[in-house]
């Protein structure tokens, strides 16, 4: 069953994302959230074609809701770094709480649905550094464990190569002709799937650097579904403005 699909209607690109539901028998429920993040409740083993036959029939209204929520987004204003508000870290949201302490280094951990950050200034300027310092730190060893992992798959590659972290605001990484890959520290907050699609298209350049049939060919074998996970980025590029 899958997990994920890609909504083509008229221009729009509209990633899904497909959740099995055993109490469900038959219906098949479709859900914009505010974020614009599409939801597909489905009962278990439910054939691809009748999901996304379902989620074609209601393209238009899945459209409109889409685009409202974008809308709204679009008001929404930078991150405030204070307790309630919303953050992501490999696809999923936590809140934020900031609990003040008298003394002792600031602190930042995953605990449940919460990313808890213990620190003797609870201003927003001082919270900032230290979640994006905490970000930074997850994502140079995830990047860091995901490149070891797929360099000793991909025979191109003899040993894996060098990278740096670099905060970009319309790319998720890039590959120098020298063969040095840059990645946004931004990506730790996608979903796996998204994360391995970026490095394995990075390493990729290692062996073709451009963007030919060839080198898609190559993405293509080793990543069949990455443009799942391309489209699930490609509406993720809002989320680095409103840092
Ligand atoms: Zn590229």
């Not at 489905?42 to 238009?60: C, H, I, M, N």
């Not at 894996?160 to 670099?166: A, K």
């Not at 319309?170 to 996608?190: D, F, V």
Request: glycine share 4%; hydrophobic share 35%; aromatic share 8%.
């Amino acid at each position: 069953m899958m997990t994920h699909g890609t909504l083509r209607y008229g221009d729009a690109t509209v990633p899904y994302q497909v959740n099995p539901d055993p109490k469900r028998t038959s219906r098949i429920a479709i859900h914009v959230e505010p974020d614009g993040t599409v939801v597909v409740e489905a009962p278990l083993g439910q054939s691809d074609d009748v999901l996304r036959k379902a989620v074609q029939r209601r393209a238009r209204w899945i459209i409109t809701h889409v685009n409202e929520a974008f809308d709204r987004y679009k008001h929404v204003s930078t991150k405030q770094y204070v307790s309630g508000e919303e953050v992501l870290y490999l696809g999923r949201r936590y809140m934020l709480r900031v609990e003040e302490q008298a003394n002792g280094k600031p602190s930042v951990k995953l605990k449940g649905n919460k990313l808890i950050v213990a620190t003797n200034n609870a201003d927003a300027n001082m919270v900032k550094p230290i979640v994006r310092a905490w970000y930074r730190t997850k994502a140079r060893d995830y990047f860091a464990r995901l490149i070891d992992e797929k360099s000793r798959l991909l025979p191109w590659i003899k040993k894996s190569p060098p990278f740096r972290q670099q905060e970009m605001k319309r790319q998720w990484g890039s590959c120098s002709p020298n063969g040095s890959i840059l990645l946004n520290p931004h990506l730790i907050k996608a979903p796996r799937p998204c994360i391995e699609y970026v490095v394995l298209h990075e390493l990729a350049h290692l062996k073709h650097h451009d963007h030919s049939p060839e080198f898609f060919r190559l993405i293509d074998n080793h990543l069949p579904r990455w443009r799942q996970s391309k489209g699930i980025l490609d509406n993720m590029v809002e989320v680095l403005h409103m840092e």
